[in-house]
């Protein structure tokens, strides 16, 4: 008998200490996997930041402009049209001429004038356009440099330079400047004040903002109180029988469909059906508000389940009817849920491309949109436009978008944590 409970024992002991050893190595297998995803997100922040800080800054060159009326062509300073077409490139190019008076051959001569952005002409006419007693004065002024010279001189700083679109004789050219104190690196305001454009140096997101904003707003408004709506309805009013559970299950489903599907829906609907435009923050409201409306059904139905029974029976025992027992109440109560569940779904539609690109949300908009109708496009498709450019100062400027994407979605969803955990009630 004695011989029998101490085999029954042993046989106990082997078989927790198999246990044992399983648990620990699901433990070793757990954490190893947590630790290979969280230094492959390093990696791609690493990689992101590393690419994308110099997006935030600029080289800028110092010239002294000679504003003469003569050079510039202008012979009235009191009529517009003359202003506008001054011919501030001219005056430009002097100025690299007087600074660098050895380079004498056209060839060089073009060298030399591609180092100032195609941009700064404008800036120039905008600046005596707005004040038109700069012309006969000379006047110092910082312009952008040209993308491959300012790849060259970051990269320069940086102990690596960047040499494939800059000979030597440009390069020469910047270390006298560098010599003389005329060019630096600073802020790029651009980044943050302009729209999309081709020249890299000129490019910004300011545009793309808008844009997301623009169509965040449509969707925000078209999907969350239908989509509360929806919930109440499903949740409160709806009898339960085959009807309500294949929409229920329809719902679900709906939130796993590829984003490409809304947009090709959106696509065939709301373009080719209804005659919308193109590329406009409308039509993207509408179809980003067709693929987050499952997310927030799902989430507000959750929000109201929530809320226990007890808050219902005891409205209704004083008298209270449905509808202001479930407006009184339950709405109420189950808000903070709801607006989570809002908040989510919105930083999931900032995120989104695919759907965006199908109905034309990919055109190059230069201007910044003003309303609800003008062409605009979204922050993740300009990184997307961005990606495939073949200039490399593009590859910093994508990242830094990332980067500012990245914030946005870290601020949303911080948001939606925080909003959460203040008004929520525990039952």
Known sequence: MTKAVSTQAELVERSLKKRYRAEKRFKIAGIISISVGIAALFALFIEI???????FSQTKIKLDIVLDSEELEIYDVNNEEEVSNGYYEGVIRLA???????????????????????????????LVMADTS???????????????????????LDGDPYTARVDEKQRAWVDQLIEEGNIEKGFNTAFF?????SEPELAGILGAVIGSLLT????????????VAAAIYLNEY???????????????????????IFGLLGLAIFINLFGMPRSVPTVGGLVLTLMTLPTIIMSSRAALEAVPPSIREAALGLGASKMQTILHHVLPLALPGMLTGAIIGMAQALGETAPLLMIGMVAFIVDVPSWFTDSATVLPVQIFLWSDSPERAFVEKTSAAIMVLLLFLI???????LLRKKLERRW
């Open 49 to 55: 930041f590393g690419n994308g800080i110099g997006g």
């Open 96 to 126: 690299l001429r007087k600074k660098f008076p050895e380079v004498k051959s056209r060839g060089d001569r073009r060298k030399l004038y591609s180092m100032i952005s195609d941009g700064a002409s404008y800036r120039l006419r905008d």
């Open 411 to 417: 601020f949303m969803n911080t948001m939606a944590v």
């Open 216 to 227: 965040l707003a449509i969707t925000l408004a078209l999907s969350f109180p239908i989509g």
């Open 193 to 197: 004040t302009s729209g999309d454009s």
């Open 134 to 156: 700069l012309i006969g004065q000379t006047k110092t002024f910082w312009f952008l440099a040209d993308d491959d010279f300012d790849t060259y001189f970051k990269t320069l």
């Open 238 to 260: 709806a009898p339960k029988n085959r009807l309500t559970e294949l929409i229920e299950v329809n719902i679900r489903n709906l939130a796993a469909v590829p984003s490409i």
